[in-house]
């Protein structure tokens, strides 16, 4: 009984050894577990965050677009009505100024110091050749406004094209994080689970253990009583052998 009883003891030491590393081994999971959960979850409230923002500025951006827009075609506009409006003062400048026939030289004959009336008189359209520039700073201008929404048009399809690859990008992420964080969720689960019942199946072995330690005590107790009265038996029957003999002696004499 009692080599049988050391050797559950030894075997419940394995099993609370066992089930020691066991334990520690799953709360340093859970715990990992629990970290990398809180790190995807706050990396998920960031991308939302960020996308948040993202939808703000672009928001902000498209709005100032509309503006730019609206502003050069409302130039290019105001800008179109003046250039048809001075080419057309223009042209009738031109028209009126357009050199009429000369009177008969007979009649503008003069003599040395009057040249006469000739039928050219050209120094009369240099007072309108401001007119002209005018028209051509003008066309400038237009042509700068349309440069400027081709400008801005460009940019918005760009800054609206990074956006949506952003928003896309930023969604699968979220998505991936959220599956892993699933995961982890059940793998945390699994392991708190189990850590319940290695707490269990040790709390039991250590009640199995002290009971056997009880036991080994008792079957010592029982030992130590038997080997004293082993002595005690022995030495009365070889108290008794003795007697035994010297009366076999003393009979065997008498006869």
Known sequence: ELNKNNRSTEEQYDIKESLQTKIADLEKTIDYLTKEIDAATQAVADMQEQMKRASENREGENADYQQTITDQRLTQMILDKALKRMQQVYAMLQQH????????????SGNHTDPGNGPARFTKYDKHAGGSRVLRMLETIMSDSHKMEDEA??????????????????????????????????????AEADLVMAKEDLKATLTKLEELHDTNGALHKSCDFIMDTFDKRQAARAAEIDALKEAKAILSGAK
Do not use: L
Request: hydrophobic share 30%; aromatic share 6%.
């Open 97 to 108: 100024e357009e050199p009429q026939p000369g009177a008969p030289h007979i009649q503008t």
């Open 153 to 190: 048009i460009t940019v918005e399809q760009d800054a609206q094209q990074a956006y949506e690859n952003f928003m896309k990008d930023s969604n699968k992420a979220i998505t991936r994080y959220t599956e892993k964080i699933v995961n982890m969720k059940g793998s945390k689960a699994k």
